[in-house]
């Protein structure tokens, strides 16, 4: 959860922030979109504040009218970022919601790990295992060989070419 101030200029997305977010999320999880929005839990929104967008259950946001403005301190889960340029860009915070419903995985070897904790692309030589099907340029989701998720990436080589290319190929961009 992330402090936020001044919540009386948090508001609904946009009808251009939400085609930017759901486009960007639709890399990363596809049909899943859905999933995310109508969970078990109970339904789920995105809201704006300050060029971050938070993600949060509806109920807890009505729960929070109750609690006047300068008091309350929190809300929801900061899921990414607007750009000056308009181009939405993920967060690590929403790695773990996203990590459950993403179609495209990437596995590392631990000697990638590190390399891919400080930034670092993701070479044949460090991969794990990828996801049947993924294609050039598809959002995946990075994970170590334990399924726990390290952050985000986007294939630099399809599943295909991966098994045909060199060992200190790049085949994943670090996001």
């Known amino acids: 959860y992330y402090i936020t ?96 419903y993403a179609k495209q995985k990437v596995w590392l070897k631990p000697g990638a790990e590190q390399q891919f904790l400080y930034g670092n692309n993701v070479t044949k030589a460090g991969l794990g295992r990828i996801s049947a099907g993924t294609e050039k340029y598809d959002g995946v989701v990075v994970y170590n060989m334990s399924d726990l998720p390290l952050g985000f990436g986007v294939a630099a080589k399809s599943t295909v070419e991966c098994k045909s290319t060199e060992p200190n190929t790049i085949v994943v961009f670090h996001q």
């Open 5 to 100: 101030n001044n919540l009386s200029k948090m508001r609904p997305l946009t009808e251009e922030e939400a085609k930017a977010l759901f486009e960007k999320l639709a890399k990363y999880v596809g049909e899943n979109m859905k999933l995310l929005l109508e969970r078990s839990d109970g339904n789920y929104v995105f809201r704006y504040h300050k060029d971050k967008v938070y993600y949060v259950s509806e109920t807890m946001m009505k729960k929070a009218t109750n609690i006047g403005r300068k008091e309350l301190i929190s809300l929801g889960t900061m899921f990414g970022k607007f750009s000056k340029g308009g181009k939405f860009k993920l967060h690590i915070t929403a790695l773990d919601f996203l990590s459950s």
